[in-house]
T-cell receptor
Framework: GAGVSQSPRYKVAKRGQDVALRCDPI?????LFWYQQALGQGPEFLTY????????KSGLPSDRFFAERPEGSVSTLKIQRTQQEDSAVYLC????????????????FGPGTRLTVL | QQQVKQSPQSLIVQKGGISIINCAYE??????FPWYQQFPGKGPALLIA?????SEKKEGRFTISFNKSAKQFSLHIMDSQPGDSATYFC????????????????FGQGTILTVHP
């Protein structure tokens, strides 16, 4: 379909390993978001891109977390030296992101990547 | 997530019953009040939303009631169906933030709704 896709859907990592999570947004969507959803909790904002520019990274929990979107489409969230507390579902969302008076830029979410750190 | 509180944490209703979920927020700058629905293994999806210029919005079996003075809004699901069983999140935010036309969502803790047949 034409929705947001994420890969892999499941990732198991040993503590200390680096992981890379991929997000393919809806074609043409300018805005891209990453959220972290711990078990039994609501998603928490990590970072936001407008095209290739990372405009807000205030939610990244530590400098082990790094996100990029070099060509303004696909984005990768990288976590270095994973820790057990990084275990969560990582959600990507995209929205049209343009400016249309009175309209709402709905965020469309992907299915998430479930990361388990052993 | 301290600035957004949902209740109850879980809710069990019989088919055909009414489900009511509440959300309280602190940030008076919020001007968009959506509810999201999330099924297991899926991402959240926008269900229904309201702007502060109205007190109620109805879409089919789903209704949002908004109380600006109390800084609360609620989701009512009429004639609840087993297919409504999911986790529901409120996520109030700024409709437009910083002129960049994006909304940083602040989700509540979630309410797990189970509708028995």
């Amino acid at each position: 379909g034409a929705g947001v896709s994420q890969s892999p859907r499941y990732k198991v990592a040993k503590r200390g390993q680096d992981v890379a999570l991929r997000c393919d947004p809806i074609s043409g969507h300018v805005s891209l978001f990453w959220y972290q959803q711990a078990l039994g909790q609501g998603p928490e904002f990590l970072t936001y891109f407008q095209n290739e520019a990372q405009l807000d990274k205030s939610g990244l929990p530590s400098d082990r977390f790094f996100a990029e979107r070099p060509e303004g489409s696909v984005s990768t969230l990288k976590i270095q030296r994973t820790q057990q507390e990084d275990s969560a579902v990582y959600l990507c969302a995209s929205s049209w992101g343009g400016r249309r008076t009175g309209s709402y830029n709905e965020q469309f979410f992907g299915p998430g990547t479930r990361l388990t750190v052993l | 997530q301290q600035q957004v509180k949902q209740s109850p944490q879980s809710l069990i209703v019989q088919k055909g019953g009414i489900s009511i979920i509440n959300c309280a927020y602190e940030n008076t700058a919020f001007d968009y009040f959506p509810w999201y629905q999330q099924f297991p293994g899926k991402g959240p999806a926008l269900l229904i939303a309201i702007r502060p210029d109205v007190s109620e919005k109805k879409e089919g079996r789903f209704t949002i009631s908004f109380n600006k003075s109390a800084k609360q809004f609620s989701l009512h699901i009429m004639d609840s169906q087993p297919g409504d069983s999911a986790t529901y999140f409120c996520a109030p935010h700024k409709y437009n933030a910083g002129g960049t036309s994006y909304g940083k969502l602040t989700f509540g803790q979630g309410t797990i709704l189970t509708v028995h047949p």
